[in-house]
């Protein structure tokens, strides 16, 4: 019976760390959102599916990351027509990240993205990197 | 010999009810379809994927939700232009459902939207839940 | 104390084989890009994203698959706009396949499609069962 003690000690430790923390099983809600179109309209439903999320779910029940990569840069740039929508999103706990590989392509300084986004290396990475980190994925 | 035989019994019971149920190891084939834009060309494009994954896998063996939110809430009103493929598509055994949230936004009721189509309460939490329960997502 | 070295030997063996191969849980980078819009602007964006996966990871770190399905069938076909991409897309590695069904339904032969392009029996499920490997989903 001591054997079987240990055993079952050992057995809940190597579940507790191994299986549980399977992606998917647990209930955590995270959601990336991908935006690579250059299309107001679109921004636009981005900020309203990543809202909608949060008043659904609760924002602190929710980690949504919005992803603004190729064609899709311009909705982060100074001057974007949802900026101010970008600022309050931010305010309100979205992740919002520019792609740097788009922004060296396009000759997009850190000074033309707006106040309050992140930086990723590669959009498309950040999306798989999401994705096999168990996030949901939407694409407006 | 005795302590052997029950920790067989035990970690079988866990690994059945736990480990193998790990979302993606099944074989079980879900999808999970968005629809958010406000065109017919898409809506058909939708309905065709569904029914190609039927076609292909058979019916009996794929589970298909068809998620009409946004822009796209317009597919499953009364008076669609794909308004006959939804009553076909239906029958066959795909779930198409609108979002509650779109509805009370664009002041649609429930007699507004076509028989058959069923409801959740925001269209991108459902999406999100069901790839957290390890459907496949596709977005035509 | 003999019986416990045999439950070790054991348990280690199932995790192994069962929990250790949970999709996700691996650091294996794999994405199944999604073509199905009749769009120049959007196979290029689809080869911008494969090739950028490429350049960020590495070209051996990464397995990318593009699936051309429905109106984006036109991307591999001879003749297509983004032909010469296809060509060196193929040779640095990249999967890219060609959805046979629609390819019955546009009465395309094989003939048609350009060299280095392989089949799949239904794009769809092609995209399905990339997912349910563990494979992320990117749609352009």
């Known amino acids: 019976m001591n054997a079987m ?6 057995l809940s430790a ?11 099983t647990a209930a955590k809600n995270r959601v990336v959102i ?3 179109d250059n299309d107001p309209a679109r921004w636009n439903l981005a900020l309203n599916n990543a809202r909608n999320l ?3 779910l609760g924002a ?6 919005i992803v603004a990569y190729g064609p899709g840069l311009n909705m982060v740039k100074t001057g974007s027509a949802v900026s101010n929508r ?26 033309q993205i707006l106040p309050g986004v992140n930086y990723v ?5 950040e999306i798989m990197r999401r994705q096999q ?7 407006p």
């Open 34 to 36: 991908q935006v690579s």
């Open 60 to 65: 602190a029940n929710v980690e949504i990351e």
């Open 121 to 125: 290396g590669a959009g498309v990475v």
């Open 54 to 56: 949060q008043a659904d």
């Open 5 to 10: 003690k240990i055993f079952i000690l050992l």
């Open 133 to 139: 980190q168990g996030w949901s994925y939407l694409r």
């Open 86 to 111: 970008i600022d309050e999103a931010v305010l309100g706990g979205t992740n919002i990240v520019a792609c740097e590989n788009t922004m060296a392509n396009q000759k997009v300084a850190k000074e």
């Open 14 to 24: 190597v579940l507790a760390a191994g299986c549980a923390t399977v992606p998917g």
